[in-house]
C-alpha cells in the first residue's frame, strides 16, 4: 500500500528566510500525482502545489517550490521569503487510484 | 461559485443521538469525499463516492454511513454518536484524478 512520510512534526523559519518541509512516499507505480496543502488556524484546506511524476521538471507557484526526486521518492516543498501568513499545518498527500493518502503533517512557526 | 460547503458548522451531541451532516459543491465534481481531523491529527477517510449513487469505506468507517443520491451532494450519518467520534469534519471533491476542493469544516462535539 502507499504511504507517506512527513517526518518533521514541527518546524520554525523567521520572516523573509526559506524553509524546506520534507515528504517521502512509497509506490510502485510509475506515474501518479503529489500535492502539498495548508492548512493554516482557520482549518481551512488549501492546495499549495501539485506535482505530475512523470513531469521532471520541478513545479513552482511564487514563492512556492517543490524539489521532486522520483527515484528517492521524495517531494519536499521550500517556501521562499517566508511571510507571517505561511504559519500552518502543511500535508503531503499522494493521489491512489481514486483517493489521496495524506501524511501527518508538518507544523510551520513563523518568527518575525 | 460557493464551491464546497458544509452544513452545519458546530453541532454538539448527546452519546446515542444521530444526526446528518450535508456536503455540497457546485463544480460538477464526480468524486466525494469525507474526513475527520482529530487534534493534533491528519485526516483520516471516513467514506468516498466516485459517482452518483456509489460509495466505499475509507480508513475509519465504523460508526458512519454515507449516501450520494444526487452528484452535488454527499450525506454523512451517525446512527448513534459516541465521545469518540467528536472531531473535525471535513467533505471535499475532485474531479476523477486530481486535487481535492476542502469545505471548511464542521466541528462536533458529542458529550
Known amino acids: 500500500a502507499q504511504t507517506v512520510t512527513q517526518s518533521q512534526p514541527e518546524m520554525s523559519v523567521q520572516e523573509a528566510e526559506t524553509v524546506t518541509l520534507s515528504c517521502t512516499y512509497d509506490?510502485?507505480?510509475?506515474?501518479?500525482?503529489l500535492f502539498w496543502y495548508k492548512q493554516p488556524p482557520s482549518r481551512q484546506m488549501i492546495l499549495v502545489i501539485r506535482q505530475e511524476a512523470y513531469k521532471q521538471q520541478n513545479a513552482t507557484e511564487n514563492r512556492f517550490s517543490v524539489n521532486f526526486q522520483k527515484a528517492a521518492k521524495s517531494f519536499s516543498l521550500k517556501i521562499s521569503d517566508s511571510q507571517l501568513g505561511d504559519a500552518a499545518m502543511y500535508f503531503c498527500?499522494?493521489?491512489?487510484?481514486?483517493?489521496?493518502?495524506f501524511g501527518t503533517g508538518t507544523r510551520l512557526q513563523v518568527f518575525p | 461559485n460557493a464551491g464546497v460547503t458544509q452544513t452545519p458548522k458546530f453541532r454538539v451531541l448527546k452519546t446515542g443521538q444521530s444526526m446528518t451532516l450535508l456536503c455540497a459543491q457546485d463544480m460538477n465534481h464526480e468524486y466525494m469525499y469525507w474526513y475527520r481531523q482529530d487534534p493534533g491529527m491528519g485526516l483520516r477517510l471516513i467514506h468516498y463516492s466516485v459517482g452518483e449513487g456509489t460509495t466505499a469505506k475509507g480508513e475509519v468507517p465504523d460508526g458512519y454511513n454515507v449516501s450520494r443520491l444526487k452528484k452535488q451532494n454527499f450525506l454523512l450519518g451517525l446512527e448513534s454518536a459516541a465521545p469518540s467520534q467528536t472531531s473535525v469534519y471535513f467533505c471535499a471533491s475532485s474531479w476523477q484524478v486530481g486535487e481535492q476542493y476542502f469545505g471548511p469544516g464542521t466541528r462536533l462535539t458529542v458529550t
Open positions: 498527500a499522494y493521489w491512489d487510484t481514486d483517493k489521496l493518502i
Open positions: 509506490t510502485s507505480e510509475s506515474d501518479y500525482y
